[in-house]
C-alpha cells in the first residue's frame, strides 16, 4: 500500500497532479489522500473529499 498525495497547485489545465509519497516530483505544497493499492483508487478518494477540483495521475 502506497501514501498518495495530490498538488494544491493546479496545473494549467486545472487538474491537480496525484502523486506517490516517494516521486520525485512531489511538491512541497501536498495534501494527502491517504494509502491506497493504486493510483486510481487513491484518484477516486481525491474526487470523492475534493469534488469540485480536476485530478490527474503523476504518469
Known amino acids: 500500500m502506497i501514501t498518495y498525495y ?3 497547485k493546479a496545473d494549467d489545465k486545472g487538474r491537480h497532479e ?6 520525485r516530483y512531489l511538491p512541497e505544497n501536498k495534501t494527502e489522500i491517504g494509502v491506497f493499492s493504486s493510483c ?3 484518484i477516486r478518494q481525491a474526487k ?9 495521475g503523476c504518469f
Open 18 to 23: 496525484v502523486h506517490e509519497r516517494t516521486c
Open 40 to 42: 486510481q483508487d487513491a
Open 6 to 8: 495530490f498538488n494544491n
Open 48 to 56: 470523492l473529499q475534493h469534488f469540485q477540483k480536476e485530478f490527474d
